[in-house]
């Protein structure tokens, strides 16, 4: 029986499977190449569940390429063959014609090639599945072309290559009815099973989308370089090391982070087109371009008889915390423990930041409603919190064993609330006395001032503790011969010289109403403002 050609619109079906037709499905070959895919992989399951899931390993590299043999053709497995053969009808994909293919240094497929006695149209297309092109050659050769091989039909050199078809006329090893090139010649198809690459779905995280990346780094926290990339281990890698966002980048880069990036930086999906080193079926960004996860968001449960209000920011200004209560840190800090904490002294309002710190308050220091937005406000001085989207809240509680409640992040607050009234004193009331500290010698309060790293304001010694004091700070500077000691953010003292003066620039003394992290009744600084004392005699 003379040799004939597996067409695309024809009807013909392998005689040996004739008998069987009957027990495989078949679909509407469409010129829509993702509703052939989406067929194709609803007849491969009904035949054999589970093997389109077998072409998605294949692709993404978890079968190796040393023959066919790897895809079931000359082993026990022979029924997956036939099972692919009934799935697709006799059609593999477009057949797009005979070339010549005579140069040993330039193939016209260049990424794979596999020979077999037992060469089939639709073995080569198995084989080839992780290529969107394949080619059968001297009757027993399958070649094929990744998406990134250069390969194209319609470029002049293919088409420069472009035979008459007779000339391609050798059958195919394993199915004398049909035709598998020639010596030098060559048939190319498009491939069927081939499906382009994905961003991939990543089990806890939603696809935040593809974003432009910038100086400095979108997600600057942590990097990981890996040939063996996937999206999924760079989720493994970054909530491991306790970050909620993470993005795919060039190809082989997972970068990790606290925060998303700007909406403003998102670009079309299409400038991410690098596939994943260790996952060729998935997308990982691109040059400058990086595909961006983030964690699932989850409403917080309630945390005994307080209720979630919301993620709130510091003020953008000023950076004062939306509650200004008493404050606390725990390295073994979790929901519960907070909670505790502010309960137990009368606070109705709790939060929680950066995974380990809590925050108490009798009122909840914001007075914006849900659309304002940093430049709404940021004529307000001292500028309130406001509201922001819940996956700002992402930092992973440190003494949380489950790895399940999260605790703000940088500058966002978890925010809980009893529906009472406070029993607590507030910063704002009238019968809240600060002690007068014990200073030494001829040393008094400076003011308050701005600070900002990394350059400092007071340029000597510093350390911190999570019993801080004003005596603690101005003994420890006096005591080294520093005339200025500064507070900053509840718990850090710095020391300084006279020099250290020219360059202050004082703000109100309202700005630096952080309480002492060893102490409830004394101011240490804030966020970015430093309560400076110093030595007031020569």
Excluded: H
Excluded at 114 to 135: I, K, R, W
């Amino acid at each position: 029986m003379a040799p004939q050609r597996a067409l695309l619109q024809g009807a013909f079906l392998l005689p040996f499977l004739v008998s069987s037709i009957s027990a495989f499905p078949s679909f509407p070959y469409s010129t829509d190449s993702k509703a052939n895919s989406k067929a194709v992989d609803a007849s491969l399951n009904q035949l054999k569940p589970g093997f389109s899931s077998l072409l998605n390993k294949r692709q993404n590299g978890t079968f190796t390429a040393a023959g066919l043999e790897n895809v079931g053709i000359n082993n026990d497995d022979d029924d997956d063959i036939q099972n692919i053969q009934g799935a697709i009808g006799s059609n593999p994909g477009t057949r797009l014609g005979c070339y010549r293919d005579n140069s040993a240094s330039s193939r016209l497929l260049p990424t794979s090639f596999t020979a077999s006695d037992t060469l089939t149209l639709e073995a080569c297309a198995v084989f080839c599945s992780s290529s969107p092109y394949f080619g059968v050659e001297y009757g027993r050769e399958c070649w094929c072309a990744s998406a990134t091989s250069g390969f194209s039909p319609s470029s002049p050199s293919t088409i420069n290559a472009l035979v008459d078809d007779d000339e391609c006329d050798f059958e195919c090893a394993g199915n004398e009815d049909q035709t598998c090139g020639a010596s030098e010649r060559i048939e190319v198809y498009s491939n069927a099973l081939y499906r382009p690459p994905q961003v991939a779905r990543v089990q806890g995280f939603d696809y935040l989308g593809c974003y432009r990346e910038s100086s400095p780094r979108l997600l600057p926290n942590a990097l990981l370089g890996d040939d063996t990339l996937t999206a999924s281990k760079c989720a493994t890698y970054c909530t491991s090391q306790n970050y909620p966002y993470f993005g795919l980048e060039y190809g082989r880069e997972c970068w990790c982070g606290l925060a998303p990036p700007f909406t403003s930086q998102e670009v079309s999906e299409t400038e991410c087109s690098m596939t994943c080193a260790g996952a060729p079926g998935e997308i990982c960004g691109a040059g400058n371009r990086i595909n961006v996860y983030g964690m699932e968001q989850v409403m917080p449960a309630d945390v005994g008889d307080y209720s979630y209000l919301g993620c709130y920011t510091d003020s953008p200004v000023t950076g004062e915390k939306s509650l200004t209560g008493k404050v606390t840190y725990d390295a073994t800090m979790t929901l519960d423990k907070c909670r505790r904490s502010c309960e137990e002294d009368g606070y109705p309002y709790f939060g929680t930041e950066y995974g380990s710190q809590c925050f108490c308050g009798t009122s909840l220091y914001s007075e914006t409603d849900d659309n304002d937005t940093p430049s709404d406000i940021e004529d307000d001085i001292p500028a309130r919190a406001y509201v922001v989207n819940d996956r700002e809240c992402s930092m992973r509680c440190v003494g949380d064993a489950t790895n399940s409640t999260t605790c703000g992040a940088a500058n966002r607050l978890s925010v809980y609330w009893n529906g009472e009234d406070s029993t607590a004193r507030n910063l704002d009331d009238e019968d809240f006395d600060l002690f007068d500290p014990q200073l030494p010698g001829s040393w008094d309060y400076f003011g308050c001032i701005r600070d900002a790293a990394p350059t400092r304001a007071l340029s000597g010694l510093n350390f911190a503790s999570p019993t801080m004091t004003v005596e603690l700070c101005t003994r420890y500077c006096s005591d080294r011969n520093f005339r200025l000691a500064g507070l900053e953010y509840q718990s850090e003292c710095y020391c300084g010289t006279a020099q250290d003066l020219q360059t202050f620039d004082f703000v109100d003394s309202s700005q630096c109403e952080e309480l002492c992290s060893g102490s409830d009744q004394e101011f240490c600084g804030g966020p970015r403002r430093m309560t400076v004392y110093g030595v007031t005699q020569p």
